[in-house]
């Protein structure tokens, strides 16, 4: 059983690369942004204290998280693994986790903050099937339209300017600082997450001795 976490400031392309691994190693992805977006667009009351949190470029407070996450992980449909995306964001977080669960590896995605900001900016959501589109490599056929469903794309309450910059200083501040928790375990694995997804993909699985990549498979 492998059980990792992977860290990266928001756009860094934390769920592509943890989707990568889970679909080819039968691993579960635990995405606690995916969460919290689920309950936004059904519209339950943990979505709305949510919502109201992303867009004020804020961070969803400890206890709520940490509920959540152990919630999720609770649920034991992992048996050959899962991949944590999100979480742990700061200190207590990462304390708590360390208690629970015994961590096979840190994969920490380094990308700039001016590489962060032209992603970032270019993502494009469906506020109806939940389809994520990206402006500068995965467009939607029909230009604003969702090509599943036809929607109108919309850009997410957190994908501002002004959120992303709050959400960097947080992360510099309050995340950041955890990778040095984590290295006294010895279990850190820095990873340039500026090339393509594949490319990416092909280095962590090198850093984590894991099986090769296989791209289109």
């Known amino acids: 059983m492998r059980k990792y976490v992977i860290m990266g400031v928001q756009g860094s392309g934390k769920g592509t690369q943890s989707e990568l691994l889970c679909t080819e190693l039968d691993m579960v992805h635990i995405s606690v942004?995916?969460?919290?977006?689920?309950?936004?667009?059904?519209?339950?009351?943990?979505?709305?204290?949510?919502?109201?949190?992303?867009?004020?470029?804020?961070?969803?407070?400890?206890?709520?998280?940490?509920?959540?996450?152990?919630?999720?992980?609770?649920?034991?449909?992992?048996?050959?693994?899962?991949?944590?995306?999100?979480?742990?964001?700061?200190?207590?977080?990462?304390?708590?986790?360390?208690?629970?669960y015994d961590i096979d590896g840190v994969i920490h995605l380094e990308i700039p903050d001016e590489e962060v900001r032209r992603r970032v900016l270019s993502r494009r959501l469906c506020p109806n099937c939940g389809m994520d589109y990206n402006l500068i490599a995965d467009r939607p056929r029909e230009r604003g339209r969702c090509d599943i469903c036809g929607h109108e794309l919309v850009t997410r309450p957190d994908d501002t300017p002004e959120a992303l910059n709050a959400r960097l200083r947080d992360y510099h501040e309050k995340t950041r600082p955890l990778l040095e928790l984590f290295r006294r375990k010895e279990i850190v694995h820095d990873v340039d997450a500026t090339p393509s997804p594949d490319q990416v993909q092909s280095a962590i699985r090198d850093v984590l001795g894991l099986p090769p990549h296989k791209p289109g498979e």
């Open 33 to 100: 942004g995916d969460m919290f977006r689920w309950h936004v667009q059904n519209h339950t009351k943990l979505g709305a204290q949510v919502r109201r949190v992303m867009a004020a470029g804020e961070l969803v407070g400890d206890d709520l998280v940490q509920a959540t996450v152990r919630e999720r992980l609770d649920q034991h449909d992992w048996n050959y693994g899962f991949v944590v995306d999100g979480f742990p964001r700061n200190r207590r977080q990462a304390e708590f986790f360390m208690e629970k």
